[in-house]
């Protein structure tokens, strides 16, 4: 896909994800009772307040043909974290809810946000982007989901409580062919001699089939978080390089 990054949008996805993480991290914990918080948590809470306004200073400079989305996917975060059922749960305590929210939420922010940024039209080509991304951090979540088997609630049947470690495994690696086989259409469409993607499925198929509820926790937060992370260097590195030196 063929558009300018822009900073103004870049600026506003970084302060709203620092916003928004931290809100659904720290909000049952704090539980509006900030008389009573221990201090680090409102140091966090002042950092995310500063991070918030900051974040409303971009969001009114954006467009706002892009606000409409933005509202459905700050709904979605709200929902998410704040008890909003009649039986007192949230989006998150729903059975088999949590991991497509999350993964909505980040197909609609990494790809949906910068077509409607740029008004690009949207065609073939950027439903299945935007449904390949969306498979593709389903599967980010599934590690997740994996090393939290024993202490989540058996009333959310996470994936793995459902069908099992082994078989989750299975899952993720047949959405990862997915994800290939779709990347092979977009390519005849999207040109990109580099063929990142294919390199951040062997990668992601890595973690995953070693996941199990045993590994430490930065197994997750560090080197799985860190997945999107590679992508972006050497979309960034590389693809300057390719840019500067055309024969390459």
């Known amino acids: 896909m063929d558009y300018d990054v822009d900073w103004l949008l870049l600026g506003f996805v970084f302060t709203a994800t620092i916003t928004g993480y931290n809100f659904v991290l720290y909000a049952g914990i704090a539980k509006w009772q900030h008389r009573s918080l221990p201090q680090n948590l409102r140091w966090i809470q002042l950092f995310s307040l500063l991070t918030f306004f900051v974040m409303l200073l971009f969001l009114w400079q954006l467009p706002t043909r892009l606000w409409w989305w933005i509202v459905v996917t700050a709904i979605l975060t709200l929902f998410y974290a704040v008890p909003v059922l009649p039986n007192g749960k949230n989006l998150r305590n729903v059975s088999g809810l949590k991991i497509l ?36 951090i389903l599967i980010l979540v599934l590690p997740f989901e994996i090393r939290d088997l024993k202490n989540d609630l058996l009333s959310l049947e996470t994936i793995p409580q459902r069908i099992g470690v082994q078989n ?81």
């Open 101 to 136: 929210i999350i993964a909505l939420v980040w197909a609609m922010v990494t790809v949906l946000f910068p077509i409607v940024f740029n008004q690009i039209p949207i065609t073939k080509v950027e439903l299945t982007l935007f449904f390949q991304r969306f498979l593709f």
């Open 168 to 248: 989750t495994k299975i899952f993720g690696i047949v959405l990862l062919i997915i994800i290939g086989v779709l990347e092979i259409w977009l390519q005849k469409h999207l040109p990109n001699p580099l063929q990142f993607t294919y390199f951040i499925i062997m990668i992601t198929s890595v973690f995953l089939l070693f996941a199990n509820p045993q590994r430490p926790k930065n197994y997750t937060a560090f080197w799985v978080e860190g997945i999107p992370v590679i992508w972006l260097v050497l979309e960034a590195t590389m693809g300057q390089l390719v840019e500067s030196h055309p024969q390459l």
